[in-house]
């Protein structure tokens, strides 16, 4: 649980109150574009059961913040395929970097059997939660945030 409401905190710190939808999408178009195939947006509407109308203007957020472009399909030109950007592929670095870095912390404070009950107490824990994801969103690549 900890860990969860630590990415949560730093994903709504860093991004906004974005419905999850738009986290849904969004992993999507990396995992497809981490193997080389980038969806278009009618995949990406099917893989995710998301209305076209939300995945549309989800994609033209990724691609308002430089995150994302879209490409004619070379096999199609009819079809755009949704591409990650060097910007998009840095931040999603950055976000890997971060959920490595919560995963070790957070084992480190809270599971280590020589943590006594003092340091368990959950208001502690909020507060250390809530400076890591502080200081995490003032160390990422995207320079408008």
């Known amino acids: 649980m900890v860990v969860f409401w630590r990415i949560l905190h730093m994903m709504i710190a860093r991004y906004g109150n974005h419905p999850m939808g738009q986290a849904l999408a ?34 033209s957020t990724q691609i308002k913040a430089g995150l994302l472009e879209e490409m004619i399909d070379p096999t199609d030109r009819r079809r755009r395929l949704l591409v990650q950007t060097d910007k998009g592929k840095s931040e999603c670095r950055w976000q890997l970097d971060q959920l490595n870095k919560i995963f070790s912390e957070t084992d ?3 599971n280590q059997p020589s943590v006594d009950a003092g340091q368990r107490d959950p208001e502690r824990l909020l507060a250390r939660m809530k400076v890591t994801a502080k200081a995490s969103i003032r160390k990422g690549p995207i ?3």
């Open 108 to 110: 480190a404070q809270v």
């Open 143 to 145: 320079e408008d945030k």
């Open 26 to 59: 969004v992993l999507t178009m990396v995992f497809f574009n981490e193997r080389d195939m980038p969806p278009t947006m009618s995949q990406l509407c099917e893989v995710t059961g998301l209305p076209k109308s939300s995945v549309s203007r989800y994609v």
